[in-house]
């Protein structure tokens, strides 16, 4: 795969390649985005109640308006949510980002309550904007990620490479959606071909998996782990799973395919590895966060003064509204499963992996907390995670 | 004036797995970890030999230790949710299985920190759900003879660890959500409820006169509370991680610390300064222990994440 052909922004440094897409159909649902706020910000300058409408530059539309603070409760509060997407999406549409519905629900969980909320609004927010929800730079949530030269021949013939495969991030097919089950929608792409000048291990392919609160492995994730195994046993295969009892199963289920089938552990799943969340991880957070502050400082200097100023607003503008911190206490029945799976873990033998698994549960135990992925990421935006901890594991 | 502590001894790798938890009697030290076996190494020996081996105590592993500080009886709490008592045999110097806190009492999740009173007779726990309760267990039938609540009914925030006093006057427990309460064990109410930490209490220890109730947690500043009239009474601040463990001095007149970042540190109570800090080791400490007072200078040791324990004694001659 030839990194130079596709279109390439830098930022902090890094290449971040995205989809060569048409940039005006991208400008134009920038321009209606930035029409409808800008009419909110005129009946907030009339003193007026706030109002979205989406008829706005549609004659063919039936009016769909949203007030605030409305009639209810309830309005008001989809005033707001709409309010928070159409301002993400406007931010990942300008500095050419792609977010998963589930980052959009990280925003701001409290607002959303609950995932199935995100998905429902931003299907209906592309619907009144009379555009598909990808428009929006806005995909379904993954379930892992690969990267390195590797492509894909799916069951139509076409060939996903990490290149298409990674920001283009969006089905454009539904061939790709129902071949893919929307598998590698790389939201969270990872840089290894940076890791690779630096480390130089151009050899490796890097295969991700990521997995998220309803990550059991299915037929299909599995079905394609197995056809990596098959065709390219080299290729390292990780876990990256929740700081919680749910997410060390989920490795789990992995690493064993089934709960009941522990003794079927064989070539094809043993090299399946846990990248974390792990309670080190967690400590060490603070290390990462200054490493990775001289690392973009170092290398913004390296870039000229347009490129930095670019990667500073995308970074600001997407991160306007910050993650809620994700570290939370364990509930009960976090601990009841946490103690099932330790339960579970005792039949294993001579598993280097599952004893550090069943340290982790205790640790966990001890420690009371639980993180989610989303706690790493600075806004959606988990590869600078991936390259420090990657580097450190390929090193 | 700070004091001088040097590391005597440090068995290690004294567990395959972290070492949660210690406690300690005149002549023993007993760990328990991640594994289902408990320890017991020898503290009248310079060199700390491992004198007794139980095996397939706890099968998930072991979260809690105590011991009575007449130094007959232990008890111990799995992950599994269960709660075991150990009786010492004097003549043998060695430590039997005197059987399991059951019945309707000790559901699953229903026992997290677990202290002894002064004669092993009582042994209170705490709950995911803010409960305390105090099992009688020298009698054999272990009924629970009190339950205090901490918030309404079965909504309290999980008791991460708890104490007793000497004199069995009080019951102190720390909470996840901040709050530390004292229980009057005669009239079975509460006392007090100490706010300020606001983070997680991860240990609570009441002086050896029962005056004094220290409280360490995720704030990093261990907080000191007179029992008299409940009044915060001072702060001690220096660590920067999670304070995970405490210990009062036989005589009150030191507590001992340990946190997440490897570090312990002795504090001078009277002065309200740290007065030593050592670290073995950058992972975390679980649990810090004074030895009892022998004929020896002052002890104290440490367990953690590195599976060793470590034994510091106080420079004599300065």
């Known amino acids: 795969m030839d990194w130079t052909t596709t279109n390439v922004i830098r930022r902090d440094g890094e290449q971040l390649v995205t989809q060569p897409r048409s940039i005006t159909s991208a400008g134009a649902v920038i321009s209606r985005i930035e029409s409808i706020l800008e009419s909110v910000l005129d009946c907030v300058a009339e003193g007026k109640e706030l109002l979205i409408d989406f008829a706005t530059g549609r004659e063919d539309q039936t009016t769909q308006k949203i007030h605030f603070p409305g009639k209810c409760l309830q309005e008001a509060t989809k005033f707001a949510r709409i309010l928070l997407i159409l301002q993400l999406a406007h931010d990942a549409l300008v500095s050419g980002i792609v977010l998963t519905k589930r980052h959009i629900f990280y925003q701001h969980q409290e607002l959303f309550g609950s995932q199935r909320t995100v998905d429902k609004l931003v299907d209906s927010l592309a619907l009144a904007l009379g555009i598909h929800r990808d428009e929006l730079n806005i995909v379904a949530s993954s379930k892992g990620v690969f990267s390195g030269c590797l492509s894909i021949r799916l069951q139509d013939d076409r060939v996903i490479g990490p290149a298409t495969g990674d920001a283009v991030c969006r089905p454009d097919s539904t061939a790709w959606d129902y071949a893919t089950n929307d598998w590698i929608n790389c939201d969270h792409k990872l840089r290894s071909h940076t890791v690779d000048s630096r480390r130089n291990i151009s050899l490796f392919d890097i295969f991700v998996v990521l997995a998220n609160a309803k990550g059991y492995p299915d037929i299909l994730t599995c079905s394609f782990l197995q056809l990596i195994r098959f065709n390219c046993p080299q290729i390292p295969i990780f876990t990256l799973v929740d700081y919680d009892p749910d997410g060390l199963n989920i490795f789990r289920c992995y690493r064993f395919r089934s709960n009941n089938a522990i003794q079927e552990t064989d070539a094809t799943t043993s090299s399946i590895r846990w990248l974390g969340i792990k309670s080190q991880d967690l400590l060490e957070y603070e290390t990462y966060l200054n490493s990775s502050i001289r690392h973009s400082s170092a290398s913004q200097q390296l870039t000229n003064s347009q490129s930095s100023e670019e990667s500073n607003s995308s970074k600001t503008s997407i991160s306007s509204t910050e993650c809620r911190d994700p570290v939370s206490f364990l509930s009960t029945r976090d601990r009841k499963v946490a103690v099932g799976i330790l339960e579970k873990l005792l039949d294993v033998k001579d598993d280097a992996e599952v004893v550090e698994a069943q340290r982790e549960l205790q640790v966990m135990l001890m420690m009371g907390v639980k993180a989610e992925i989303q706690w790493l990421d600075e806004a959606g935006n988990l590869t600078d995670w991936l390259d420090f901890k990657l580097g450190k594991l390929l090193l | 004036m700070s004091k001088q502590y040097l590391t005597t001894h440090t068995v290690d790798d004294a567990h395959i797995t972290d070492i949660f938890s210690l406690a300690a009697t005149q002549k023993t030290l007993l760990s328990a970890s991640g594994s289902s076996t408990l320890h017991v190494h020898d503290t009248t020996d310079p060199s700390f030999p491992l004198k007794q081996s139980i095996s397939g105590a706890h099968k998930l592993g072991c979260h809690h230790i105590c011991t009575s500080r007449n130094g007959l009886y232990a008890a111990s709490a799995g992950f599994g949710g269960e709660v075991k008592i150990w009786e010492y045999n004097k003549e043998t110097g060695e430590w039997s299985d005197g059987g399991e806190v059951t019945g309707p009492t000790v559901k699953p999740g229903e026992v997290w920190a677990i202290a002894l009173s002064e004669d092993g007779g009582y042994l209170a726990g705490t709950t995911n759900d803010g409960r305390i309760n105090v099992w009688d267990v020298a009698d054999r039938s272990r009924a629970k003879i009190r339950e205090y609540e901490t918030g309404s009914a079965g909504s309290g925030s999980f008791g991460m660890c708890v104490d007793l006093s000497r004199d069995g006057k009080f019951t102190a427990s720390g909470h996840q959500n901040g709050s530390v309460y ?7 109410r509460i006392l007090y409820s100490l706010s300020g930490l606001a983070k997680p209490v991860r240990a609570v220890a009441i002086s050896p006169a029962g005056t004094r109730v220290a409280a360490a947690g ?65 992972k975390a ?7 009892p007072k022998t004929a020896r200078s002052e002890m104290f040791c440490t367990g953690g994440a590195n599976r060793s324990i470590s034994f510091y004694r106080e420079a004599t001659g300065s």
């Open chain 2, 285 to 291: 400490l679980w649990a810090v222990r004074w030895l």
């Open chain 2, 182 to 188: 004292v229980f009057n064990n005669d009239t079975g």
């Open chain 2, 218 to 282: 995720d704030a990093g500043i261990i907080a000191l509370y007179d029992t008299k009239h409940g009044e915060h009474v001072g702060n001690l601040t220096g660590h920067s991680s999670w304070i995970t463990s405490l210990d009062w001095s036989d005589t009150g007149e030191y507590l001992l610390s340990g946190s997440m970042d490897g570090k312990v540190k002795v504090w001078s109570i009277e002065r309200g300064v740290c007065v030593a800090t050592h670290s073995e080791t950058d």
